[in-house]
């Protein structure tokens, strides 16, 4: 059993072109939540989704940044019109349930924006 | 004052050493996570916790609800538990608020 799988891992951009990071959940697990985390600082939730569904995305920023959770294929966080502060390491983890239960985390997408 | 505090934020250890690490927060929670993360790599979950303690190999975690405040222990250290750990608040069923982390070297 894969367990929560992000791609890229490491993506470069310049400033102004947009990010598309990847997240496929582990099977069977239909809950996904997006964290960020800047350098030199701590994880940041940014959005949970359920299949089709962005149950809160009162993490992420309002502008340039989206995130869906299509009925089929991975969970996809877009950033648009990337700047230098977009840098950072984007995690993705999933649960079969809500986090009351385990959560199972990737191995992050790195975005540097140059 | 952030809502989940770590302490100490930088650990150094030989190898064999007992180690504690804190994990205080200000709010109501449901569960708490102890997670460990490598230089460049991903986030492992640890543990889960909402009261008492745990155990899985060499590493313990212990939470007091009421005094607001968990621990990670890990016994007989060795080099390969060098790594950030980080102390996850869950509220609102499944909103995570981490700690900044406490950066750990384990030296043989």
């Known amino acids: 059993n894969a367990g929560v799988m992000q791609n890229p891992r490491h993506l470069v951009r310049r400033r102004g072109q947009e990010a598309r990071l990847r997240c496929s959940p582990m099977k069977g697990h239909s809950h996904v939540y997006w964290y960020r985390q800047l350098p030199e600082e701590g994880l940041k939730f940014m959005v949970y989704l359920q299949k089709e569904n962005i149950i809160d995305e009162s993490g992420m920023p309002k502008e340039r940044f989206s995130a869906e959770f299509p009925k089929e294929g991975p969970s996809i966080l877009r950033i648009q019109q990337v700047v230098r502060g977009d840098s950072a390491a984007y995690f993705c983890?999933?649960?079969?349930?809500?986090?009351?239960?385990?959560?199972?985390f990737g191995e992050g997408s790195r975005l540097t924006v140059l | 004052k952030n809502e989940v505090e770590q302490s100490p934020q930088n650990l150094t250890a030989q190898e064999g050493e007992f180690i504690t690490i804190n994990c205080s927060y200000s709010v109501g929670i449901s569960a708490l996570h102890w997670l460990q993360q490598h230089p460049g790599g991903g986030i492992v979950s640890l543990f889960m916790l909402s009261s008492g303690k745990k155990k899985h190999g060499r590493l313990i975690a212990t939470i007091n609800i009421q005094e607001k405040h968990s621990s990670l222990h890990i016994t007989a250290s060795h080099p390969r538990d060098s790594a950030v750990y980080i102390c996850a608040v869950v509220r609102r069923g499944y909103q995570l608020t981490f700690g900044k982390g406490t950066k750990l070297s384990v030296i043989p």
């Open positions: 983890a999933s649960s079969p349930l809500d986090s009351s239960g385990e959560l199972f």
